[in-house]
């Protein structure tokens, strides 16, 4: 009976990575109370962080030379974006919904149904807002931090600076922990009304687009490269690798101590009787 | 003074003294929610599934509210002390918004009457479990009065599963003497739902006692009548919130399928926690065929229940207290065992799910509080504490295995050994 149940938790530990391996790449996945995440090659997108309801969505890049670790590239704060004068976390009533490649989510009041599609290949995450109606716009986008953005970096202004208006923007970042730098491109589908970027301590943590159009979308990609060498580093993407090894050892103390544990403590009757 | 009398009035100051400062913000939460729309002649399970139903439209997942998911009679052991509550402070908000991730905003002088008042049930409860078991065996009943899991789980946390594990030793004490009493008490000890795999060994073993069935069914009935009422009234919402959700609930908890909680897909999720429903279905029929009549009830009761443990989909911190005044009276089980769900529930609890109160009650406390939170999330958010989370999920079920066994040998030995005393050739 011993053996069938050992064998059973350590069959059971191999689901997480199972699932990693065969059936979670490349499709959007729901859980927890109304997050969603996507996960392929190149990109790892959360949607709907389940502890505050930020990232709508949060783009990750995974640099080629560590796969696991997923390295932010660009969120979209629906904290601080405004469709029409209207908050988009606080003022609209939001449905999600979700096809394997396709995330919908869709933005509604009494005068306008505003959809944001989400959808995600190895080149790229395009996100979409769309409506039947014309609707005008407040997006921020966030990363701690951009080094420089279309090639003005924070020696360049300590003020938030409005930049001439363009449907490419291009940012570079840096990671400490990787020792390595990385780049990203937002590209609009039409020209915005204005774009703006702020300044934080060592670089720009928000570029916010303005515009007016009943359709944009903006095609979000990024990459790395390392710089010196970096130290292998723990991700939270590594856990289904690591659950059947905790459930080996965890199971094979479990044997050790009732096989020997039993043999001790008869020993040590037998002496003292 | 008797040391009966003692042990009791010890283990209820001890209580007393806790209790006004912490809570785990989403089970009080309920509770405190619940008693008011009880005063208030609403229907619980109809608000339970509204936000259900809410959710899921909001999502597109298939999301439960967690509410309140319990016998309805669970709230009448509640609401006359949230009544009582009111005379003193009035029926303004002392509690608002307490639903995970949302953190509660208290409103002070009266959370901590109001925590005291709601802990009173669970205070009384495991009294009355040291005073039974302080009749058996004074030993076991301090290891109950001052179990630092048993305290942690009533009036810290301030959770009801001491009057589940009353109940349930209440029908194992009487269950010789008085079968309608014996049911009655099986029938209330289902406050929580998952006493019901109980419920084909009582059936078995009075099957053919037919006079003591009927009584068995008429104590249990009995309590069953308001679930009967609540089905005829509001079927749909009854239905959703007592059996679908329980039914369907993801797997998880201080066992060995919380690895679950990082496979992030519901719908796969959902689908491999029916894999352990399969292995409890066949424990319990191999359980119950095989000793259920035969076997001495304390033992049968505990296999069943260690039984579920293993199998049961979600098995939360503090389930073992149901089932821990039965475990002392065992000899062939190690209480010792608690230490496990006790050491999960630093491990899995953000700062959110106790000491709120104590915190709350200056701005300077509440900083050091979020400061805390903020630390706890991003080592949860980096997957360090799943880690360790899993290896006492695992070590919890292996304990929980190691009882079985020896309780499951043990009662063959008592079959046979009746075997051989009645068949001497």
Redesign the interface.
Known sequence: ??VY?VV??VA??F??LI??TL??QSRW???????Y?YQNQNYFILFND???GSSKPHIHVNPGFAPAARISLLEFSDWTSWLNDHNLFNEF??????SPQVLDVAYSRPEIVIHKYVEASSESVKVTLQSEKEFTAHLELWRWVMTSINGISIADTTKPLVITPTTLIEFTFEDERLQSVGRGRILLSAMPSQVEIWPHEKGFNRITIDFVNSMMSLTVSGSMEAVGTPSPT???A???Y??PI??V???AL?LLV?KYGRTFKNRATRRSS | MEERSRIVLLAAAVRLAIAPFFMHAGDVGTIYESSIMTLKGLNIYDFVYAKTIQ?Q?????P?FFEGYAYHPLLIYFFAPFYWLFTVIAGTGPVMIDGHY?SVPVLIYPWTPLLLVMLKIPIILADLLVVYLLAGMDTRKAKIYAFCPYVIFIGVVWGMFDALVGLFLLASYLVSSRNNFLSGLFYGLSLLKLYTVVLLPLYVIRLFGRWKAFAEFMGGLTLTLLPVAYYLVVSPVSVWNVLVTFQGTRLMGGVN??N??W????????LA?SM?PNI?LVIALYYLITKFGRKAPLLESILAIMFAYF?FGKVINEQFLVSIFPLILLSRECDYRVWVAPFVFIFLRSPFYYFMLPILWTSPVFYGYYLQADDVW?QLQ????L??PM??VG??F??LI??NL?RVVDATRGVIVSATEVSEPN
């Open positions: 009976m011993t149940f059973y938790i059971l530990s689901v997480p699932h990693d059936l979670a996945l729901g859980y927890g109370t109304g997050a995440q389940p502890y505050d009533n939001v449905t999600i919904r979700a723990w991700n939270y590594l856990l289904p690591v659950l905790v459930a050892t965890v199971v479990y009732v | 959710m439209n909001a999502t597109g997942l999301v991730p060995l399928y690895f679950i990082i496979v992030q897909d519901l719908p796969f999720d491999v894999i292995f293993l999330r958010a980096v997957g360090y799943q880690i899993y290896a695992v070590t079920s292996l295995f190691w066994i």
